[in-house]
């Protein structure tokens, strides 16, 4: 058994350590196709950290103060929770979803408020990759 745990510990090490290699060089190939110090990269920069922001804020939110906890309380019940925790789970992504839909909706308003200063042009582009 330890034979597996052990082969299984280093597939999952060789997979994590060849994610971080292809994010590193996914994050070169950006650099080098935008430019890391013109202002393409800085609307870039934005529209991309944008919705990343967005999403830990309210995920973050959602799953440390409310799905955990009540995974956690449900899963005490005689049948592990599993019909409320499937419930649960449900709910939460449908409001993601919505989340991102009035985000997505937001797109624009958002980007003017966090690109002050910024041409028509730069807004443009960068409301088109948020």
Known sequence: MQKSGARSSAIMASGTLISRVLGFAKALLI???IGS???MADVFELANNLPNLIYVLIAGGVFNAVLVPQI???SKNPDAGA???SRLITLAVLALLGV???VVLCAIPIIRVMG???SEGQLTMAITFA
């Open 31 to 33: 650099t080098v196709a």
């Open 37 to 39: 110090l013109t202002t």
């Open 72 to 74: 956690i309380k449900a």
């Open 83 to 85: 019909d409320y925790i």
């Open 100 to 102: 991102t839909a009035v």
């Open 116 to 118: 002050p200063g910024w």
